[in-house]
């Protein structure tokens, strides 16, 4: 039997190759996905034929959701982006204090941050001389490979 973690990625790949209908059946466990425009209900029959439904995911939901577009003023300088996908740590330690803030002056080399990944921390050092003007992730944050995190003017 499939979890709901495996139904969610059988989905995702079904919207990605615009696949309309998937039927799984394994002896008592039946699986029916349909792609529509509606929401879905994911549904499989158990042993005693009884439908059970374990999840209800419109289509958007399984893209990435979007965010209302406001006017934003730009901050110009050197963008500093994660070289890993990992936790963005702003401190060693949580009662450490933060290796930068905003305002805070830099030097190529010295430690901005900290990102953890599979259990290893990975301090991350500036490549540019200047100011500190926007950190752009939140301390214990998820970041992704090529992420900015801060802008150094």
Known sequence: ????????ELMDKMQQTNLGELSIK???FELKLEAKKAPKVVSYADANDNIVETAQVAASSVAAPKVAETPVAQVSGNVVKSPIVGTFYAAAAPDKPAFVKVGSMVKKGDVLCVIESMKLMNEIQSDFDGEVVEIKVENSQGVEYGQPLMIIR
């Open 1 to 8: 039997m499939l979890n709901f973690n495996e139904i969610k």
């Open 26 to 28: 394994d002896g008592d």
